[in-house]
């Protein structure tokens, strides 16, 4: 595998789109809705996600954009932004950066008291890990475990670990991690090797390695949403027997040994995400979500509005415009090994109803409340597993 220097990522992103001299609300507006070409192209899906990360806008005029903008536009550590005379009055990206890497809900509370996800280990499935030199994992406990040699680096990994156990970002800082490298794509090839990543960590646990849970910020298997489709019943019954089987069959094991495996699906029966305002901290739902009915019954932890870090940097950090299954999964895994530090005999299902049962509303956003689900992990007796 091939690392990416910091040099060599900026220019991958940096050709991606143009910045113009003078960006402006109506701009904005025009990328983000499609509008706006490179290349005879739409770019908005790069620009939600990339923004001005990595650019020097120090010829460039931001002072027309008003907050309802700024907080759509995401920025890293490298960019070079122009004087104040060219940016909006209350805007400060290094302030925004800062507070950014704060997990919130009181859970840096939890930490300063001990419970930090000590004793618990995790095994993470996402692509290939190459920050381990980022300060945000200076003193985090990860194990790095590729079985194919061939997997790509990627930032997603980055956020993924950090949300889980970054000693700035994350909700569990002490926590044990296995991170598997995986590939990027879809399909057979990503399916067959989350099976055989899975079988090692059968392996792992029946060797009595107490791994607890398995964090998985995607879809468990990708040729499995296929089933629901119309196709001919040959191509149906061959994903059924080689992917969606195995697939049961090993959580299920897993699951006897006492480790839960959630992934996309599973987080999504319970859990949310949401967005903080960095300017107001004001909490709302991710514009992606806006259409998704009875929002306010699902528990969120806060993503959008705060920061991952910076891909191939040392210490720099990116800002997020707005939340994802991806930022949030790791960070209710992360919750879930810090109630397990309370009570051991947790299930996956005992911790979300936990979860359901102490979360507030506010901004019409039910967020989790990391105090209360760790008080009644400890006030409530499990029997046989069940709350």
Known sequence: MNYWTHDEYSKFITSLYEIPKNITNEWMDSVLSGKEKYNGASFASRFSHFGVCYRDLRDCDLSKLDKSHLKKLAFNSSTIFPSADKLPSDFNPKEILSNGKNPMLGIKDLHASGIDGRGITVAVIDFGFQDSGHVEFAGSNIEVVDLFGDTDYHFHADGVLSNLCGQNIGVAPKAKVYHYNTYQGHGEKVDKATLKILSDILDKVKSGIKIRVVNISAPLSRDSRLLGQNMPDEQRLKLKEEIEKPFLSIIEQLKTLGCEVVSSERFSQTFSCCDVDFSTKKLDKPEW?????????????????????????????????????????????????????????????????????????????????????IEKARQMPMENGNC
């Open 289 to 373: 979500l806006k259409t998704k009915r009875a929002y306010s019954d699902f528990v969120c932890f806060v993503s959008g509005g705060r920061v991952i870090p910076e891909f191939t940097s040392k210490d720099g950090y990116e800002y997020e415009t707005t939340g994802a299954y991806s930022w949030t999964i790791p960070q209710a895994i992360g919750m879930y090994c810090l109630a397990l530090q309370e009570n051991n005999n947790l299930t996956w299902e005992d911790f979300a109803k936990i979860c359901k049962d102490t979360s507030t509303l506010q901004d019409g956003v039910r967020l989790a409340s990391p105090k209360q689900i």
